[in-house]
T-cell receptor, first 110, second 112 residues
Framework: AQRVTQPEKLLSVFKGAPVELKCNYS??????LFWYVQYSRQRLQLLLR??SRESIKGFTADLNKGETSFHLKKPFAQEEDSAMYYC????????????FGTGTLLAVQP | SQTIHQWPATLVQPVGSPLSLECTVE??????LYWYRQAAGRGLQLLFY??????ISSEVPQNLSASRPQDRQFILSSKKLLLSDSGFYLC???????????FGSGTRLTVV
């Protein structure tokens, strides 16, 4: 069965430090992965998707099929990056269902 | 523009009372619709999804049910709430063929 694992519940870093939020997945098919973010008092929103190979707000994520990982990275953290981050995997074909990890709270200290 | 409305924002209900949470989507047709729940300390769990009017699929057995009476309306219900139904409920939609979700603002349900 499909699974998404985010091993860290909380990641605390100082402003300007590099950030890496870990995500590992288990899926028998060809994976399609996303990162969603929820800032304080805001809705859960899409941050980026692996298929787009994009950089959003300085964040990037590379799909590593050998390690079944999709870690989210940013070279220099900003205070406004503080939020809850969820890794998610699509499954179920046309039904487009998402399975989420348990989330990592990123706290960027000044 | 495409928007999603979810209400109420918070709800406190006694055990055994009924529940009705509503979600409506604007600016799109024939969306896939989803209900997720986030319990304390756990990730988002898919409860129900719908690919069309009247079509409901349940992901996990539970005390809840869902209905889609109109193309852009998705309702989560219960006849008798349990304490374990407490949590944060999120509605979401996606356009068929697209993989990204748009989420509602969520409902915080506390069963007392």
């Amino acid at each position: 069965a499909q699974r998404v694992t985010q091993p860290e519940k909380l990641l605390s870093v100082f402003k300007g430090a590099p950030v890496e939020l870990k995500c590992n997945y288990s899926y028998s098919g060809s994976p399609e992965l996303f990162w969603y973010v929820q800032y304080s008092r805001q809705r859960l929103q899409l941050l980026l998707r692996h298929i787009s190979r994009e950089s959003i707000k300085g964040f990037t994520a590379d799909l590593n099929k050998g390690e079944t990982s999709f870690h989210l990275k940013k070279p220099f953290a900003q205070e406004e990056d503080s939020a809850m981050y969820y890794c998610a995997l699509v499954y179920g074909g046309a039904t487009n269902k998402l399975i989420f990890g348990t989330g990592t709270l990123l706290a960027v200290q000044p | 523009s495409q928007t999603i409305h979810q209400w109420p924002a918070t709800l406190v209900q006694p055990v055994g009372s009924p529940l009705s949470l509503e979600c409506t989507v604007e600016g799109t047709s024939n969306p896939n619709l989803y209900w997720y729940r986030q319990a304390a300390g756990r990730g988002l769990q898919l409860l129900f999804y719908s690919v069309g009017i009247g079509q409901i699929s349940s992901e996990v057995p539970q005390n809840l049910s869902a209905s889609r009476p109109q193309d852009r309306q998705f309702i989560l219900s219960s006849k008798k709430l349990l304490l374990s139904d407490s949590g944060f409920y999120l509605c979401a939609w996606s356009v068929q063929g697209s993989r990204g979700y748009t989420f509602g603002s969520g409902t915080r349900l506390t069963v007392v």
